[in-house]
């Protein structure tokens, strides 16, 4: 069953017409990374204090289903997708705003990823199995102030992490095998898979500068200075991606959701995990 649901994944993702660009050819994302973490994983209960005790485990979010019945195992099904080629090259070469190509991805691209939450819970459902997907959930709901900043009662990044699929960055991104710039999501069943194996100990092993301090590239290429080597300030980032950025770019691309991500491009980790001081040039790609 592991198998036939990433491989029902990743043919939805290339065959919906969800998936392509509003303006010129090509696809949002290309071929999506999916993984698996226990539903009964510690790491979960530990995001209550990693992240704060209104993040809910993912046996608590089956409670939150109608005609709940009592779940003790189970499966959260995360994928990443990665953003294309051609989109991460237009958001290189911009500075203060992102590219049209980057802002329709994060506009249409995220609409494509709840067309694939609602296809994840459809094909277990249709195999007799609950499954939900917590973004689309009435019970989600973002909390602006926390000790941490804005956060939420449902973190996609971190459920990849738990799925294997990555380690965090210096910017508070997802460091996938397929680079930084993506878009991740997933789904909660009581279908029972066999987790996907995290690579290492350490959560942010794939970011250079944690590695070795020889990166810190996307610093310099934050337009709102919300980065530095203390990290990510999420109230200067956020008030930059809802309050500045719409108003220069928003009516001229015709998007309402629009995400800057020049701190995803025109990096080592833009589209794969960097191998070390001996860096690739911003912007590599995996083999």
Known sequence: MQREVRDEIVRFALASPENRCREGEGRYF???????????????????????????????WMATEPDAQAVLQGTVICW???????????NRREHAWPSREWAHTRNYGEKFN???????????????????????????RRIDDTPKGIASTWSERHAAYAAGLGTFSLNDGLITERGIAHRCGSVITDLVLSPTKRSGADPRGNCLYFRDGSCGICIDRCPAGALSRGGH???????????????????RFQVSEIGCGLCQTMVPCEGMIPRGKEQPTPGGDSP
Not at 82 to 88: A, G, L, N, S
Not at 122 to 138: D, E, T, V, Y
Not at 233 to 251: F, M, S, T, W
């Open 30 to 60: 290309d071929e999506p990374l999916v993984g698996f973490a226990s539903a009964a994983d510690p790491l979960f209960t530990e995001y209550k204090k990693v992240i704060g005790p209104f993040h809910r485990t993912p046996l608590e």
């Open 233 to 251: 300030d999420k109230p200067k980032c956020r008030q930059y991606l809802h309050g500045d950025i719409p108003r220069a770019v928003g009516e």
């Open 114 to 140: 709840n067309f694939v939450r609602q296809h994840v819970v459809a094909f277990l459902s249709g195999r007799g199995h609950r499954a939900l997907a917590p973004q689309l959930s009435p019970a989600w």
């Open 80 to 90: 990443i997708l990665p953003i294309t080629r051609k989109t991460r090259e237009s």
